[in-house]
């Protein structure tokens, strides 16, 4: 129910982002960023503390943790998850400008597709609450997947854009949505502090992303626009591994 609400107040962003990029260029965008920003810091601010868990983070641990062996299979998630949040920030809205050359075109494409999200999510969340199994997860990370490869190698007009973007934004959502709730259940019952493992998995996360995304730097750098479509290929199949090493 969370996600439905924030996705139609997400659409609503979505859109006057786009209008003050390309009205207002960089202008627009700090002052987009900014309130984005200040936003998500009142909303933080106001957060119960029984929700995200209180204690103090130990920094020297977390440095020792991330390459620790027990946390092993939380560096393997690590691992698949950047890929998510690669293709998802970072190449995604590339491949939507250079489709769209305009920021209010990504902005709307981004926007319709959460409104396909908000009937989807409802559904699943159902689906969720019934089923102890993992084919929720599977379905979740498949569907950004295949978003991701039509992006790459399919996609040629907006309603095509809009099919994959619908698929890769639902999934990710998705998977998001199923994973995280199981990761604190499962925290709270072992009695793990869940900032100090929160700590541990971003910083894995920020380890990864630096070797990873300087590798495909250099590959598009080297080979050009076109390395972006396997650049979104290898980030398609190395999502799956953020599954393997959950689930």
């Given amino acids: 129910i969370v996600n439905y609400i924030s996705t139609f107040m997400t659409f609503v962003s979505l859109l006057v982002s786009g209008w003050l990029a390309d009205?207002?260029?960089?202008?627009?965008?700090s002052v987009m960023c900014t309130l984005f920003w200040v936003g998500s810091i009142v909303c933080i601010y106001h957060m119960d503390d029984r929700l995200i868990g209180s204690g103090v983070v130990d920094i020297k641990k977390c440095f020792s943790d991330v390459l620790a062996p027990e946390n092993r299979n939380?560096?393997?998630?690590?691992?698949?998850?950047?890929?998510?949040?690669?293709?998802?920030?970072?190449?995604?809205?590339?491949?939507?400008?250079?489709?769209?050359?305009?920021?209010?075109?990504?902005?709307?494409?981004?926007?319709?597709?959460?409104?396909?999200?908000a009937v989807i999510v409802i559904l699943h969340g159902i689906w969720v609450d019934k089923t102890p199994t993992n084919a929720p997860l599977r379905m979740a990370i498949s569907m950004h997947s295949l978003g991701l490869i039509i992006y790459a190698f399919f996609a040629s007009g907006k309603l095509s854009y809009l099919f994959a973007d619908?698929?890769?934004?639902?999934?990710?959502?998705?998977?998001?949505?199923?994973?995280?709730?199981?990761?604190?259940?499962?925290?709270?019952?072992?009695?793990?502090?869940?900032?100090?493992?929160?700590?541990?998995?971003?910083?894995?996360?920020?380890?990864?992303?630096?070797?990873?995304?300087?590798?495909?730097?250099?590959?598009?750098?080297?080979?050009?626009?076109?390395?972006?479509?396997?650049?979104?290929?290898?980030?398609?199949?190395?999502?799956?591994?953020?599954?393997?090493?959950?689930?």
Avoid at 177 to 184: C, I, K
């Fill in 23 to 29: 009205s207002f260029g960089l202008i627009g965008i």
């Fill in 74 to 117: 939380l560096l393997g998630l690590s691992f698949g998850f950047q890929f998510l949040v690669i293709s998802s920030f970072t190449f995604v809205p590339i491949l939507l400008y250079i489709a769209t050359d305009s920021f209010q075109g990504v902005s709307a494409i981004a926007a319709f597709a959460i409104l396909v999200q």
């Fill in 166 to 247: 619908s698929l890769q934004r639902t999934g990710l959502l998705l998977f998001f949505g199923t994973l995280f709730p199981r990761v604190h259940k499962t925290l709270a019952d072992n009695n793990i502090p869940v900032l100090q493992f929160g700590a541990v998995w971003h910083m894995g996360i920020c380890f990864w992303e630096l070797i990873t995304l300087s590798l495909m730097a250099l590959a598009i750098y080297m080979v050009g626009e076109p390395a972006l479509k396997y650049c979104m290929l290898a980030c398609a199949f190395g999502s799956f591994f953020s599954y393997y090493f959950c689930h």
